[in-house]
């Protein structure tokens, strides 16, 4: 079964709304959670999300973790044509020397001028 | 900014043939991997290393096989191609504590005719 899970799959936005987006996860031994954003090519990171209810932030974006209910959120406030892309979440389960990241699915955001 | 290389970018081959595709990083990082990600799917970790002549198989299956010489050289090679391994491959380092953020290199597209 999928250990995470993204809602939603896709979204398309206008310009300067606001976007919310969600990760849960179901592993054994939480770590982290990872945000990346994927445009055409490589991923390149976001956050990294250890503790639960501290927001990080960067920008427009920012991304809160619960680890009670399993889940994380990022949020991007007055969206650009440029935030479309695949937003991916990943989760690092701990034990030993993993450093193996499990993704998500992903959301497709696009944000239309 | 990332100093993580993928050659060739874009690889277009028949069937039967032997193909490495090949991951450069220079960060000094011990941790690389191989992802495969096929178009609005996941990326599915295919291989890990954590160090040099340490090479693991990942979470998906796979036929091709990697090797690490060298720290900064993570190569995969596949030794018949065939139109299933017709993908997206990803490669990523990371230097592991403190910090487990991957980063990715701009990935190869395989196709396999």
């Known amino acids: 079964e999928d250990k995470v899970v993204q809602s939603p799959l896709s979204l398309v936005v206008h310009e300067g709304d606001t976007v919310t987006l969600n990760c849960s996860y179901e592993?054994?031994?939480?770590?982290?959670l990872l945000w990346y954003k994927q445009e055409k090519k490589a991923p390149t990171f976001l956050f990294m999300l250890?503790?639960?209810?501290i927001e990080k932030k960067s920008g427009r974006l920012s991304s809160i973790l619960d680890k009670k209910e399993l889940f994380s959120i990022l949020n991007i406030t007055a969206t650009q044509t440029g935030d479309s892309a695949v937003y991916l979440c990943?989760?690092?389960?701990?034990?030993?020397?993993?450093?193996?990241?499990?993704f998500g699915k992903g959301t497709l955001l696009t944000v239309n001028p | 900014e990332a100093d993580i290389y993928q050659t060739p970018r874009y690889l277009v081959i028949g069937t039967g043939k032997k193909i490495t595709l090949e991951c450069s990083q220079t960060m000094g990082h011990d941790k690389m991997y191989w992802y495969q990600q096929d178009p609005g799917m996941e990326l599915h970790l295919i291989h890990y290393?954590?160090?040099?002549?340490?090479?693991e198989k990942g979470d998906l299956s796979s036929e091709s096989t990697v090797s690490r010489i060298r720290t900064e050289h993570f190569p995969l090679t596949l030794e018949s191609a065939r139109p299933s391994h017709t993908s997206q491959y990803l490669c990523?380092?990371?230097?592991?504590?403190?910090?487990?953020?991957?980063?990715f290199g701009p990935g190869t597209r395989l196709t396999v005719t």
């Open positions: 990943a989760v690092r389960e701990s034990g030993g020397s993993n450093y193996k990241l499990t």
């Open positions: 290393s954590y160090g040099v002549n340490s090479t």
């Open positions: 592993v054994t031994n939480f770590r982290s």
């Open positions: 250890t503790s639960s209810g």
């Open positions: 990523a380092s990371s230097p592991g504590l403190p910090s487990y953020e991957q980063y």
